[in-house]
């Protein structure tokens, strides 16, 4: 086997194994497909907490699977890693007019709407069909509005799109008022896509934002639980306003710390 450096050794060592060991050889795009999905998420979680050791590995495992699709796929003679590459060069040369074209821009949104009319210009059908289907409710929300951004449908200002938010919360309480459950749903959907988007506004991720919440609300419960259990106590048997007190008092800790 050849042990020189990059991307070769990687292809060397993909096609030694999938020869030679017999859970690589059994292998397919199928069996790939949640384990790959499991990598991306590792990468977003070791990217929400800037843990560049952690995304150098994540971005090494992905890289693999790259490369396992690859050589499965030449195994069944459909394409080869070669192509792929070539296949994404040929595709950021074409989508990047401004840089190896005559396209002049001005800023990035420029660059954004020239993106998605080329893609229209390549047999898209919509602005919208490049959002995958599986894609997380949140990140999907976030992808179909900065989309729709890219031909103009987009409030002028932040204050506009608040509006927005206060129209659908004032829809949903209607909702919650009239006691039927499939409105109730239907609102609270138009509220969260609207929260979201006025996020957007911000330049903010939502869906990192609200990861970042969910792991400092894990924290905080769980230096909770460790408080009252000092205390020989049980949380259960606690009030509300008594898991409140120190759920108070360990915030101000961790504002202090």
Known sequence: MDNGNGINRLINIMNELREKCPWDKKQTIHTL??????????????????????????????????????????????????????????????????????VKVNDEEDVKRNWEQIKLSEGKKSILSGVPKSLPAMVKAMRIQEKAKQVGFEWATKE????????????????????????????????????INYVRFLKVDAENALELTNKKFIKRFTQMEEAVEKEGLNLSNLTLGEMDAIWNKIKKQNIET
């Open 33 to 102: 497909r949640q384990q790959t999905i499991e990598e991306t998420f590792e990468l977003a979680d070791a990217i929400t907490d800037k843990d560049w050791q952690n995304i150098k590995e994540e971005l090494g495992d992905l890289l693999l699977h790259i490369v396992f699709y690859s050589k499965i796929a030449e195994e069944e003679k459909q394409f080869s890693l070669k192509e792929v590459i070539n296949d994404i060069c040929e595709k950021l040369i074409k989508r990047h007019p401004h840089i190896y074209g005559s």
């Open 160 to 195: 506009q799109v608040w509006e927005k938010v206060e129209e659908e919360k004032s829809e949903l309480l209607e909702a919650v008022a009239s006691g039927k459950k499939e409105h109730i749903a239907e609102e609270a959907g138009d509220l969260f896509f609207s929260v």
